[in-house]
């Protein structure tokens, strides 16, 4: 009786270590396919990066042969605009395209080395403000978000005691945007008030960066004298585009109706804001590898005929 209860015990206990066994057996197996399969998403993350760098390759040299057969002017008619047909790789398919940055109205313009606003920037800022359907004087925010001091410019200004009062409260940047998108922190910005003027603006490293008229949508352009209707610069921008003509000078602009009813105070402020040519761009890749797709954004800025990436994201579009 007393060996048949061993043996029973005997038997138990081995049972108990085969399925332990099994169990750590197992629990060995889901670990190391999980380290494969992150193995492999690693490694097609970097193979998807070395690609896009590959891309932005490309388009830096496209814009550098731009600078040296056309350095005069920018326009939506070369081949720098033109979207990069898809290029097949092992596994997938590589596709991308320049837009100008150059083109849209640079918030970081509003303040001078000195920390001032820049007048000539701002009054065109509150124009462009009043063409999105937004109040002109948000522009005091702008300036004040960027601006060293403490003390707001004016009615509609908003420094950190004022975001520090907010729900979630948080401290005004002091320095200039490093992203458009910041912009949506900026009181009078919030949510879709942002999304009203997102498509016209931007966020350059230069306080000294124009606007170029040959790349700027219509409104941006319209935003030059309150008098301008929209759809006659609109139809005005499509015609000179549809005969592959383009804006040599500012000089040129008010020589096409309806920019030749601007007034002399508003064609002065516009040869400060605009110009022909541009210094900034942005490539948006696609990679599509092993059926999944990554995009990645890279900033570009053209300086002496050389192009630097000065800026990265890998967030989707």
Known sequence: MVKRQQHGIALITILMMVALATIIAATIAKHQANTQDSTAYLMRQNQALYYAKSAEAFFEEILAEDAESSASAD????????????????????????????????????????????????????RLLKRVGLS??????????????????????AESNYYGSLPKG????????????ELKQVRGFEGAQYDLIAPY????????????????????????????????????????????????????????????????????????????????????????????????TSYLMREDNKVYVYSRSLAPF
């Open 136 to 157: 002109p004087e948000l522009s005091q925010a702008v300036i004040d978000w960027q601006d060293p001091d403490d003390l707001t410019i004016g009615a509609m200004g």
């Open 75 to 126: 326009y939506l008619q070369e081949t720098w605009a033109k979207p990069m047909p898809g290029f097949p790789i092992d596994g997938g398919m590589v596709s991308g395209q320049i837009f100008d940055e150059s083109g849209k109205f640079n918030l970081n313009t509003l303040l001078k080395s000195d920390g001032t606003p820049n007048t000539d920037a701002q009054a065109y800022f509150e």
């Open 201 to 296: 603006i931007t966020a350059i490293p230069s306080i000294n960066s124009k606007i170029n008229v040959n790349t700027a949508p219509a409104l941006v352009l319209a935003a030059l004298d309150e008098r301008l209707n929209l759809q006659a610069v609109q139809e005005a921008v499509n015609a000179k585009q549809g005969k592959l003509e383009y804006f040599a000078s500012i000089n040129d602009v008010w020589e096409l109706a309806p920019f030749n009813q601007i007034n002399a105070n508003n064609k002065n402020l516009a040869s400060q804001i605009f110009d022909v040519k541009s210094t900034f761009f942005k490539a948006q890749i696609e990679v599509i590898l092993s059926e999944r797709k990554r995009q990645f």
């Open 170 to 181: 948080y401290m005004a940047a002091n320095q200039p945007f490093h992203s458009a998108e």
